[in-house]
Nanobody, 122 residues
Framework: QVQLVESGGGLVQTGGFLRLSCAAS????????MAWFRQAPGKAREFVAD????????SYSYSVKGRFTISRDNAKNTVYLQMNSLKPEDTAIYYC???????????????WGQGTQVTVSS
């Protein structure tokens, strides 16, 4: 069982930055692929980024590649999402997720946090 708690969301202007954190409980954090998804009002939850168990491999959605960076610290049971050059279209609730398989499909992730709101003003 893994419990996830996100933090770091907030209101920022266009071009600004935020760093999201996701703290995990349990001793199996390092065995899980971690990912960030987001959900804007009226839209489906979409993949943002994921990272392998040892942090050596990452992937990003086209819309955030080059602006966002996912990382993890297995000693701290934490995964991060550094978000730079934010745009109004990045406004969403951001969720972290843990799973056993490398996937961009939300159905492949077993554990989810409660989400943190990110709002980018124009």
């Amino acid at each position: 069982q893994v419990q996830l708690v996100e933090s770091g969301g907030g209101l920022v202007q266009t071009g600004g930055f935020l760093r999201l954190s996701c703290a995990a409980s349990g001793r199996t954090f390092s065995n899980h692929v971690m990912a960030w998804f987001r959900q804007a009002p009226g839209k489906a939850r979409e993949f943002v980024a994921d990272i392998s168990t040892d942090g050596s491999t990452t992937s990003y959605s086209y819309s955030v590649k080059g602006r966002f960076t996912i990382s993890r610290d297995n000693a701290k049971n934490t995964v991060y999402l550094q978000m730079n050059s934010l745009k109004p279209e990045d406004t969403a609730i951001y969720y972290c997720a843990a799973g056993s398989l490398w996937s961009r499909q939300r159905e492949q992730y077993d554990y989810w946090g409660q989400g943190t709101q990110v709002t980018v003003s124009s």
